[in-house]
């Protein structure tokens, strides 16, 4: 985990002790907490791999892992959705998770995905 100042000079750096998902993009979410999304390879039976998608709620001020839950679905070109890009917002009674996890190169190139889910 990396912490940046605004001009863009690193302040800290730790390292993910959470040993599921190597995070790729987190946001702040208010009071104290962050929203990451990330990836882990993971071997199967086969001799092929798998890409394990997840979302983590984080504290800021020991970053330690709140709550977690896996994240399995993919894109036309095969990855899981949160291996690049993610943003979350919630509007009014609706949460959305934007996701872009694709290289230009690939199937559909970069491919934007939106999922949306009411909220109480």
Known sequence: MY???????????QANEDHLL??????YAGSGKQICGGVTGLATATGGSYELGG???????DN??????????FSSAGHV???NP?????????LRLFTAPDDGEEVAGTEL???ESPVA
């Open 3 to 13: 912490a940046w100042a605004a001009n863009g000079r690193q302040l800290t750096r």
């Open 22 to 27: 190597d995070y790729q993009d987190c946001d």
């Open 55 to 61: 979302i983590a709620l984080r504290d800021l001020s």
């Open 64 to 73: 330690a892992n709140l709550h977690e839950i896996p994240f399995p679905k």
């Open 81 to 83: 959705v949160t291996r």
């Open 86 to 94: 993610v943003a979350l917002e919630r509007m009014g009674n609706t």
């Open 113 to 115: 995905i939106v999922f």
